[in-house]
């Protein structure tokens, strides 16, 4: 009886598991089908009145853009990102962990972009078995340790959204006004979260001991505002890019203009739909003018990005076999 019996849980714990998982796919399949239908009624329209079809009208919002300034203002920001990127892994992994070198964390981080062409969360689960593997760290505290940083980039995101706002409300579409109301209530859960796990309150609440809380538990207020000050030169980098890139395409934008947009696009990219069809969306919903090179420009940049990230990986590959396995 007692060997069966963890049997028996683990199969009627995994079914439930196994059911939310088919939910999960079968609703993102429904995202990507509107996606995808909303963005051909679009282009449709925009190439009706050109008089093209349109594989004509794509080719034409193509074949305008200066591709070589636009490859190599892509290139140098994915280059940057994959850097910073490294250094906030590799601080928030010292921070709660161990000392670990940013060099020794490069390779890994870059592997796992590979991965994570596929599934954002089995790139960061790469990471967590190479960590275990190369440092000896239990993997429950590079999950610890993974869940802080996605948690962060959340009101990282939803701070240099709402700045934006501020700046640039003017000229945004009314939803956009719901910004600041959804700023104001993720400030009061932070504050509520942070005092949480600091102990502060709530002190019968058993949530903090779990293990895969852990790197909540440890962070101080500091580790939130240094998280955002390692983070933001990307999304700096991001505006700047992303208007210069527009504009090759066509699209009078400024960076007034990217500012606020810019967030709330990287929360729709973080949707897990077949070429950021969830992202491509927001951009042509977001300049109506601009169907077409729209389109263009979300499919891209976005798929760009990703797939050239997965070739720095491809860089470190060997160097990340050989510290995981050994070998030459």
Partial sequence: MTDETPVTNE???????????LIGRIVFFIITLLCFAFLYYKLHGAASREGLSVVDYMAQVFAA?????????????????FLIDTLVVTRTLNWFITDIKYTDILPVRASAYIISIFNEQIGKGAMAYYLNRRHEVPGWEVGSVMLFIMFCEVFYLMVWATLGFFFSGASLPPVFGLIPWLALSGAVFLVVWVAYFQGWIFPGIELRERRILHAFKLAKPWHYFMFFVLRSPALLAAIGVYTIALNLFGVEASLMTIWPYLPVIFFAAAVPTPMRAAAITFWVILFPDNEGQMAAFGFVQHNFFILFNAAIGLLFWRRAQKDLFGGQ
């Fill in 11 to 21: 199969v009627e714990d995994s079914a439930p598991r196994r059911k939310g998982n």
């Fill in 65 to 81: 853009v200066d591709w070589v300034t636009w490859l190599a203002v892509m290139v140098s920001y994915s280059i940057f990102f």
